[in-house]
């Protein structure tokens, strides 16, 4: 089992940027594929970014695609989201996910198996 803790989330004008940080415990990250997802008001939790076990392969939904950037550092047990050119719209709680397995539906949040809390980003427009 693996514990996530998201954080660097904020308060940031429209066109500035963020990096979140999910920090894992209980397992190595190569272990897991893991995603970030996102949830506004009154919306479904929506799938952001990708990153397979061993980093090789990143996957994007098309809003956030060229803006956002997925990566990880094994060695500190860490997944980073940098987060550029800020939208309104990206207003959300931001969460992490551990993926044991592939199960084929990598954009919905019931194909992984651990979550984080959670971490406010807010955009000013």
């Known amino acids: 089992q693996v514990q996530l803790v998201e954080s660097g989330g904020g308060l940031v004008q429209a066109g500035g940027s963020l990096t979140l940080s999910c920090v894992a415990s209980g397992r190595t990250l190569g272990s897991y594929a893991i995603g970030w997802f996102r949830q506004a008001p009154g919306k479904e939790r929506a799938f952001v970014a990708r990153i397979t076990k061993s980093g090789e392969t990143r996957l994007y939904t098309d809003s956030v695609r060229g803006r956002f950037t997925i990566s990880k550092d094994n060695a500190k047990n860490t997944v980073y989201l940098q987060m550029n050119s800020l939208k309104f719209e990206d207003t959300a709680v931001y969460y992490c996910?551990?993926?044991?397995?592939?199960?084929?539906?990598?954009?919905?949040?019931?194909?992984?198996?651990?979550w984080g809390q959670g971490t406010q980003v807010t955009v000013s427009s």
């Open positions: 996910a551990a993926d044991r397995s592939y199960g084929g539906s990598i954009a919905s949040p019931s194909e992984y198996d651990y």
